[in-house]
């Protein structure tokens, strides 16, 4: 089997989106299957300078400045959002790429983003997330001509026209989370893939396991759902390089190598095969230094060739 290698980027750290452009070209220029990006909108750390830019504003640019890279999120938050408009966003941001988009969507969690933007964050959000993708995917797959409604909790919806449609007959939609139930029942109603956040090296594959319970128990097969992870990237030719690398980023070498795809070429090779061999069909490689466009090249050249 081969793994699937994706480009994954933390752009509220600070980035305009010339930065993002230029990693998302070289993206696509190395081979690399996807362009993806956080979706917040204050620095964990740092300034953030110049500050935030808007997920699916920039990948509604990037759909125009790139041409074969898949876009999406890893994950839009179920607050920043009201569920009709994020369906024509979306739905409009695969029309500009010619169908290239996926959607990954979650609860939300930085409470103190919300403070600084004004964006209510209720103490309970899974309903919210429960009734987005509900009504995501219906809106999207209702035939044209005919109207969607939706009468929840937290959304109503009366004869929505539900359009635009996307350009990709089925909009790929990305689940991920760590709860013991709810989240693999969730991604065994809704998701095409499910995404492992940062997690410890050796729950991987028990997680996997977990959500082909879940998704035996929708009668759904384990060949209908993608099995991947995000973990942060830092390789070098050598130890000096991996080490500046770490440095770059303000991270410990040590560290890195516990919970990342890190340390030399070999390493990175050794670990990425490990986890197609548990079952992890896809990594999102967290790229933290977006000025570092060599350390792509490398990983293309010498890790992804490998295989």
Same mark, same amino acid.
């Given at each position: ?15 305009? =989106? ?22 917040? =909108? ?5 300034? !953030?300078?110049?500050?935030?830019? &808007? ?38 941001? #695969? ?59 937290? =959304? ?35 998701? &095409?893939? =499910? ?13 996997? !396991? ?27 030719? &050598? ?49 933290? &230094?977006?000025?570092?466009? #060599?350390?792509? #090249? ?10």
């Amino acid at each position: 089997m081969t793994l699937d290698l994706r480009v994954f980027t933390e752009p509220q750290q600070g980035a305009t =989106y010339d930065d993002q452009l230029a990693v998302a070209q070289a993206t696509e220029k190395l081979g690399f299957s996807a362009f993806f990006r956080s979706d917040h =909108y204050l620095a964990m750390g740092g300034d !953030g300078l110049p500050g935030p830019t &808007d997920s699916w504003t920039t990948l509604a640019g990037l759909a125009r400045d790139t041409s074969t890279v898949r876009l999406g999120t890893l994950v839009s938050s179920a607050t920043f959002r009201h569920p009709g408009v994020l369906a024509v966003q979306v739905a409009q941001v #695969d029309q500009m790429s010619g169908g290239r988009v996926e959607l990954g969507l979650g609860a939300g969690w930085f409470a103190r983003e919300h403070e600084a933007y004004g964006i209510p964050f209720p103490d309970k959000r899974f309903g919210l997330l429960t009734e987005q993708l509900e009504i995501l995917t219906g809106m999207w797959a209702t035939p044209a001509g005919e109207t969607f409604s939706h009468h929840g909790t937290h =959304y109503t919806l009366t004869d929505s026209p539900a359009l635009p449609k996307p350009a990709q007959e089925k909009l790929p939609v990305i689940v991920g989370g760590g709860g013991p139930t709810r989240t693999p029942a969730l991604a065994a109603r809704f998701a &095409d893939e =499910y995404n492992q956040g940062f997690p410890e090296l050796d729950s991987v594959a028990p997680r996997i !396991g977990v959500i082909n319970d879940a998704l035996a128990a929708a009668g759904r097969t384990p060949e209908s759902l993608v099995q991947s992870v995000a973990l942060v990237l830092a390789v070098g030719k &050598d130890e000096a390089e991996f080490t500046r690398r770490a440095a770059a980023i303000g991270r410990e070498p040590a560290e890195l190598r516990e919970h990342g795809v890190a340390g030399t070429v070999s390493e990175a090779v050794d670990l990425l095969g490990s986890l197609r061999d548990q079952g992890v069909q896809r990594v999102y490689l967290q790229t933290l &230094d977006l000025q570092d466009l #060599d350390h792509l #090249d490398l990983v293309a050249r010498e890790v992804a060739t490998q295989l």
